[in-house]
Structures are given as structure tokens and as C-alpha cells.
């Protein structure tokens, strides 16, 4: 007697059903590897620009003022140079008596230009010190420009070829990776300019149009410098060593 078994159902493989699921699956997870990346981002962002809780741990008690010798010697302890007497210090105000001042010494070089900012922005006033340390490396001067990274980048490349086609020595630092963005505002704000390793300038100016005049309006900015002679110069020179 001959049976009948039912038949049985084969499944079978269809190649297009496989590259169709392909691309759904490579979206599905460029989605997921996108939304880790702008999690982390934001992440880092937010740490980075979240104000640290700044504690007072200890308190130090005043044992002598400011007129006292100890002072000094303490603030050498502290800072690094000793404090040297014998200096000459003038106040500059605003970029009406700063920028002036600060070119005149460019133009003045014999051997040496060090110049150290933080923002150095194209303008007006970038195109003139630019121009100045152009032309005192054209003039056999050793002229060195170190800018950071973040604080220079609204300076435009042919500022850099101006200076760097006169041999000007450039150093840009400290660029932003994906793997410091939560240091990203540790820079160093620190300006210096040093010529010929006797006239020294430092305070808050950076080099912007933003910066110039007389703090005339709320766009123009208001800020100190100070021009140094003496001894206290070559402990600035030191600072690039």
C-alpha cells in the first residue's frame, strides 16, 4: 500500500533578501555611531565650559604688608625670578597709547623681536604688526612670533605669508584635539614682547581692532598694558627659554 507524506517546506535563500538588509542594517548603526559621537561632544563641551566649584581649603595668614622686604622676597619664592629693583615701569592705556608705543619699539629693533599673544585677529591693527615684524626680519632681525592656536584663528593666512616670506620665525601652539576638548579653554593668555632684550611689554591688550582707540564704545575695549626697562626684562626674555 503506497503512502502519501505530506510535503515538506523548503526555505529558501533569496541573495536580494540579504542586500536589501545590508544597507538597513550599515544605517542602523551609522545612526547608533552618530548618536555616540554627539553624546560624547556635548558631553565634553558641557565639562568643558562648566565653571569648576573653587573651594577655600586653607587660609593663609598676613604676616607682613606689602611695604615689607620679607614681602618681596616671598613673591620671588613664589613666582619663580627674583623681584629686581632698578626698573622702569609706564602704564599704557587702551590701544590709543599701547599699539603706538608697542610699534615704535618693533620698528626700533636692532637684533631681536620675541612676541608672544594669545588673540592676534586680521585688521587694521594685525595688518600693522604684522607689516612692522615683516620688515625688521627683511632687515636681518631675529624676529619670533609665538601665537596659540584658538586665540589666532581669526588671523587670515596671508598675515602668516606676509611675516613668514620676511623670516619671521612662527610658532602657532597648543591646537585643539578631539581627545583635550574638555581642556579646551586651558590656553595661555600670557602676552609678551621683547626687543632686543631691553624694552619689555605685557598686560591684558591682544592684537585687534577691538582693542584700538580709547575705548570709545562698547566695541572698542578698554585694557592696561605696561612698557618695562631694566633689569626685569631679561626675566622676561627668560620666559621663551
Do not use: C
Not at 598694558?225 to 627668560?238: K, L, N, T, Y
Amino acid at each position: 500500500m503506497r503512502q502519501h507524506h505530506a510535503a515538506t517546506p523548503v526555505r529558501t535563500h533569496r541573495p536580494d533578501q540579504d542586500n536589501r538588509d545590508r544597507p538597513l542594517g550599515l544605517k542602523r548603526f551609522s545612526i547608533i555611531l552618530v548618536s555616540v559621537a554627539v553624546t560624547v561632544a556635548v558631553g565634553l563641551f558641557i565639562l568643558n565650559i562648566s565653571p569648576g566649584e573653587q573651594r577655600i581649603t586653607e587660609r593663609i595668614e598676613h604676616h607682613y604688608g606689602v611695604a615689607d622686604p620679607q614681602f618681596q622676597r616671598s613673591m620671588g619664592v613664589l613666582l619663580g625670578p627674583p623681584l629686581v629693583d632698578g626698573n622702569r615701569v609706564d602704564t599704557l592705556q587702551n590701544g590709543k597709547q599701547i599699539f603706538p608705543s608697542m610699534l615704535a619699539a618693533i620698528h626700533s629693533a636692532k637684533k631681536s623681536v620675541t612676541f608672544e599673544t594669545y588673540i592676534y585677529w586680521s585688521g587694521t591693527v594685525g595688518k600693522k604688526f604684522a607689516t612692522a615684524l615683516a620688515e625688521r626680519a627683511k632687515s636681518g632681525v631675529h624676529v619670533h612670533l609665538l601665537l596659540d592656536w584658538v586665540g589666532s584663528n581669526k588671523m587670515d593666512q596671508n598675515l602668516l605669508d606676509l611675516m613668514g616670506t620676511a623670516g619671521v620665525e612662527i610658532e602657532k601652539y597648543h591646537p585643539p584635539k578631539w581627545y583635550t576638548l574638555s581642556k579646551l579653554n586651558n590656553r595661555t593668555h600670557r602676552k609678551l614682547l621683547v626687543v632686543d632684550g631691553k624694552i619689555g611689554f605685557t598686560g591684558g591688550v591682544g592684537i585687534a581692532d577691538e582693542w584700538d582707540g580709547n575705548a570709545q564704545d562698547p566695541d572698542h575695549w578698554r585694557d592696561t598694558h605696561f612698557r618695562v626697562e631694566g633689569p626685569a626684562v631679561a626675566q622676561m626674555q627668560a620666559a621663551f627659554t
